[in-house]
C-alpha cells in the first residue's frame, strides 16, 4: 500500500466480507425535460378530468374523481413520455407511478381514519368528565357534560394487565425453550405456536365462552376476558420473542460456554439480557395488538355501565366494547361517545408505540 | 463458574493446518443440577402451552361432533339460520367468508406488493424507517377503529362507486346487484341503501387490517435481494422497473406468495370490523356489491347470545370450520415464507 492512505488503524481487513447494509447507488437523474412532462401531465390530467368529470358527464363523487384522474394521468405521463422514449422507459415510469400512488393511498385512507374518529369524538372529547366519570344512570341522549369512559379504561388497563401477567411468562419461556433449548420437541412447539398466531380472536372468544361461562358456570367477567386475551396473546409473544432471541448473536452464547458457564446461566445471564430491549418491544407491540381487540370480549366480559375494578365478578366493560356498544347504539349521541373512546383508544396504541421507540433508543445507546 | 462440568477438552493435535483434515471432536457433556433444571422446566412450559394451544383445537372439534349428528350434512349445504325453526346451516356464511376474504386480499395484495417495492426499492433511505414504522403502528390500529371509518366516512363515497360498477358492468354476475340501477340518482335514498353494507365494503376494511402484515413480510424477504445482482441489472442499462422485474421480483415471488397467504388468514378471522360494517344477511350468492352478507366469525359474535346449547354446539362447529381454515392457510403460508428465507422465522 502506498503512503497516500490513512493510518493503519484506520485500515480495514481486505478479506471482510461485503455486509448488505451497503446501500445501492441511486441512478435516478431527471433532466428539465423530464420535470416539464411530469408537470404537464399532472397539470393537463387535472384539468381534462375535471372538465370530462363534473361537466360533461353527470357524475359527483369524489372518489370517482381521483380514480378516472388517475387513469387519465397514467395515460398523459404515458403519452408525452414515448414522445421522446423508448417503451422501456415508459413503463418504468407507469410502474413508479403506481408504486408511489399506493403507498400515498394507504396512507392517506391511515391519516383520514385518524383525523375522521378524532374530528367526530372531539365534542365530547373536550368535557372533562369524559375521564372521570362513568355511564351508570347516565342515558344514552344525555348531554355530553354528563357521564364518562372511567370504568373503560380502568377496566381495559386490569384486563390487559392481566392478560399480560398470564401471557408474557408462558410466552418467553416457551421462546426460550424453542430458541435455545432446542430438539425435536421444540420444533413441534415452533410449529403449533407458529400455526396458532392465526387464531381468530372470536375463536379464542367462543372457546373461554364456553369453558368457563356455559360449562363452569362463572358470571362474566373481567377475569373472563383476560383469559380470552391471553389465550390469544400467547403464541405471538411467543413468536415475537422468538424472533427476538434468535437475533442474539451466537457469538455471545459461544463465549459464555467457553467460559464455563452453564445453559441456565449463559441465558439468565447473556441471552436474555442481550435480548432485552427487543423483548420489550415485542411486548409492548403485543399489548398493543391484545388491547384494540374487540370480539372476544363482546362475548365473554359484559358491558357494565358502572365502575368496577374487580375483576371475578360482576361485569367489566373496556374501552373496545365501549366504543361497540355505543356505535350500534343507534342513538346518535350515544355514538358520538362511541367516537370519543375510540380517539381514546388510538392515542393508547400511539402511545404504546411511541414507547417501543423509547425502549429501542435506549437498545443503541447501549 | 462452579457447578458445569463440561467433559476435560484434550488439548487438540492439530497445530499445523492444513496437514490432517480437522474433524470436529464430540464433545460430551453431563448438565449440572441447574441446567436440568432449567432444560425440563422450559420443556415443560413449552409442552403446556403446546396442550392449551392443541386443547383449543380438539375441544371445538369435540364441541362440533353433536352439531353434526343432529344435523347431518345437512348442516353444510343448508344456507338460512333460524334457530326458532331448528334449520341452521353455515353454506351462507362460508361463502360469505370467502367472498369477503377474497375481496380483501385483492384490495390489499397488490397494494402491499407495491408498497412493499416502493419501501425497499423506490423510498430513498432516510425514509425507510419511518414507513416502516408506519406499517407497524397500522398494524396495531384497532379492527373496531376501521370499521368506523369505513361506516363514517368510506361508506358514502364507496356506494358511489359500487354503484357506478353494477350499472356499467351488471351483466357481469359479481357486479349485479338486484335492484333498478337506472333508477334516477336524485330519487335514490341517501347512502344507497341497496349498495350499503356489501360484501364488498366490508371488506376495504378488512383490507386495511390485513394490509401491514402483507406488507411487512413482502418487504423483509424483497429487501433481501441480492445487492450484486441488483447493481449488474443496472449496470447493463435496465431501468429501475426492469431490474426490479428481474431481480427482485423473482427473488421475492414466495416470500410474496407467503405473505399475502399469511393475510389471507387473518382475513377469514376478522371480526369486528365486519360486524360493524355489514348487513346481515344469509343467502348463497355472487352479488357482492349488493348488501347483505354475513362471515362466520360476523355469525359467532351475533348469534352467540340467544344461542341454546345446540345452537352453541352449531356455533362451535362454524368456528371449528373458520379455525380449520386459519391453521391449514397460516400453516402452509409460515413454510413459503419460511422456505424463502432459509430457516428464519416470520415477522408479525
Redesign the interface.
Known amino acids: 500500500m502506498t503512503a497516500t492512505l490513512p493510518p493503519p488503524t484506520e485500515l480495514r481487513p481486505v478479506a471482510v466480507p461485503r455486509t ?1 447494509t ?7 437523474h431527471r433532466t428539465p425535460e423530464d420535470r416539464i412532462v411530469l408537470v404537464a401531465a399532472l397539470a393537463g390530467s387535472v384539468a381534462t378530468t375535471w372538465l370530462l368529470y363534473f361537466q360533461i358527464l ?7 374523481f381521483v ?1 378516472v384522474w388517475y387513469a387519465v394521468f397514467a395515460l398523459f405521463y404515458g403519452g408525452l413520455t414515448k414522445m421522446s422514449q423508448p417503451w ?2 415508459v ?2 415510469r407507469l ?2 407511478t ?6 400515498t ?3 392517506l ?2 391519516l ?2 385518524v383525523v ?2 378524532t374530528l ?1 369524538g372531539l365534542p365530547v372529547l373536550l368535557h372533562w368528565n369524559f375521564f372521570t366519570e362513568d355511564m351508570a344512570g347516565v342515558r344514552a341522549d344525555d348531554p355530553f357534560t354528563k357521564g364518562g369512559i372511567a370504568h373503560a379504561i380502568v377496566g381495559t388497563l386490569i384486563q390487559v394487565i392481566i392478560a399480560v401477567v398470564l401471557a408474557m411468562p ?1 410466552g418467553v ?2 421462546a ?3 430458541s ?2 432446542g430438539g425435536r ?2 420444533r ?17 372468544g ?2 373461554i ?3 368457563f361461562l ?1 360449562y363452569l358456570g362463572m358470571p362474566s367477567s373481567g377475569f373472563a376476558a383476560a383469559l380470552a386475551l391471553s ?1 390469544m396473546a ?3 409473544m ?3 420473542s ?2 427476538v432471541l ?1 437475533v442474539v448473536p451466537g457469538g455471545l452464547r459461544e463465549a459464555s ?1 467457553a ?7 449463559t ?1 439468565w445471564r447473556v441471552v436474555l439480557p442481550t435480548a432485552r430491549p427487543g423483548l420489550a418491544t415485542a411486548l409492548i ?1 403485543g399489548v ?2 391484545v ?5 372476544p370480549l ?2 365473554v366480559s359484559g358491558a357494565s355501565t358502572y365502575f368496577n375494578t374487580d375483576p371475578f365478578n360482576n361485569p367489566m366493560n373496556s374501552l ?1 366494547l365501549y ?2 356498544t355505543a ?2 347504539s343507534g342513538n346518535p349521541t350515544f355514538e358520538e361517545r ?2 370519543a373512546a ?1 380517539t381514546v ?2 392515542a393508547v ?2 402511545g ?2 411511541v414507547l417501543t421507540r423509547f425502549v429501542a433508543k435506549e437498545k443503541k445507546s447501549r | ?1 462452579s ?2 462440568v ?1 467433559a476435560p477438552a484434550a488439548p487438540g493435535p492439530t497445530g499445523v493446518p492444513g496437514e490432517v483434515e480437522d474433524v470436529p471432536r464430540r464433545l460430551t457433556s453431563r ?2 443440577l ?2 436440568q ?3 425440563h422446566g ?2 415443560a ?6 396442550v ?3 386443547a ?1 383445537g380438539i ?2 372439534g369435540l ?1 362440533a361432533i353433536p352439531t353434526l349428528r343432529h344435523y347431518g350434512l345437512s348442516f353444510f349445504t343448508e344456507y338460512r339460520w333460524l334457530p326458532s325453526q331448528d334449520v341452521i346451516g353455515i353454506a351462507a356464511v362460508f361463502t360469505g367468508t370467502i367472498q369477503v376474504a377474497v375481496i380483501a386480499m385483492l384490495l390489499a395484495v ?2 402491499a406488493l ?2 412493499a ?3 425497499s ?2 423510498a ?2 432516510w425514509l425507510r424507517p419511518s ?1 416502516i ?2 406499517t ?11 370499521g ?2 369505513v ?3 368510506i361508506q358514502p ?2 356506494t ?2 359500487t354503484h ?1 360498477l353494477s350499472k356499467t358492468f351488471g351483466w357481469i354476475p359479481f357486479f349485479h346487484v338486484r335492484t333498478d340501477v337506472d333508477y334516477p ?1 336524485w330519487s335514490q335514498a341517501p347512502g344507497y341503501p341497496a349498495y350499503a353494507g356489501s360484501a364488498a365494503i366490508a371488506s376495504i376494511a378488512v383490507a ?1 387490517m390485513i ?1 401491514p402484515m402483507a406488507t411487512s413480510v413482502m418487504r423483509e424477504v424483497l429487501s ?1 435481494a441480492p ?1 450484486g445482482e ?2 449488474a441489472a ?1 449496470a447493463l442499462g435496465a ?4 431490474m ?1 422485474r428481474t431481480v427482485v421480483i423473482p427473488f421475492g415471488k414466495s416470500g410474496i406468495i407467503g405473505g399475502s397467504m ?1 393475510a389471507l ?2 382475513a ?5 370490523s365486519v ?2 360494517v355489514i348487513s346481515e344477511a344469509f343467502e348463497i350468492k355472487p352479488y357482492v356489491l349488493e348488501s347483505g352478507a354475513s362471515t362466520i ?1 360476523a355469525l ?2 351475533s348469534k ?1 347470545k340467544e344461542a341454546t ?1 345446540s345452537q ?1 354446539s352449531a ?2 362447529a362454524a ?1 371449528f370450520l ?2 380449520c381454515m ?2 391449514v ?3 402452509v403460508a ?1 413454510v413459503i415464507v419460511s422456505r424463502s428465507r432459509s430457516g ?5
Not at chain 1, 22 to 28: G, Q, T
Open positions: 448488505t451497503e446501500e445501492v447507488r441511486r441512478p435516478s353527470p357524475y359527483s363523487s369524489k372518489l370517482g380514480l422501456t422507459v413503463t418504468d410502474v413508479t403506481l408504486v408511489i400512488a399506493a403507498p393511498v394507504v396512507g385512507a391511515l383520514s381514519t375522521m374518529i367526530k408462558f419461556a416457551t426460550v425453550y424453542m435455545e433449548v420437541g421444540a413441534l412447539v415452533r410449529t403449533f405456536v407458529e400455526a396458532m398466531t392465526a387464531l381468530p380472536s372470536i375463536v379464542a367462543l372457546f365462552y364456553t369453558v356455559v389465550v400467547m403464541p405471538i411467543a413468536r415475537a422468538y424472533v434468535g460456554y467460559l464455563g458457564a452453564g445453559k441456565w446461566q441465558v407491540l398493543a395488538r388491547v384494540g381487540e374487540t370480539s363482546l362475548l373496545p366504543v361497540y356505535v350500534s362511541g367516537y375510540a383508544l388510538l396504541v400511539l404504546l408505540f | 463458574m457447578g458445569d463440561l448438565h449440572s441447574q441446567d433444571v432449567f432444560i422450559s420443556r412450559i413449552g409442552y403446556i402451552v403446546l392449551i394451544i392443541s383449543i375441544f371445538l364441541q397488490p397494494l407495491l408498497s417495492l416502493f419501501i426499492e423506490w430513498p433511505p414507513l414504522r408506519i407497524d403502528l397500522m398494524a396495531a390500529v384497532p379492527g373496531i377503529v376501521f368506523l371509518w361506516l363514517l366516512f363515497h364507496a358511489h362507486v357506478w340518482i386495511m394490509f433481501e445487492l441488483k447493481e443496472l431501468t429501475r422497473w426492469a426490479v399469511l388468514g387473518r377469514l378471522g376478522e371480526t369486528i360486524v360493524l366469525s359467532i359474535a352467540y346449547p352453541l356455533l362451535l368456528g373458520l379455525f386459519t391453521l392457510v397460516n400453516t409460515a428464519s422465522v416470520t415477522e408479525l
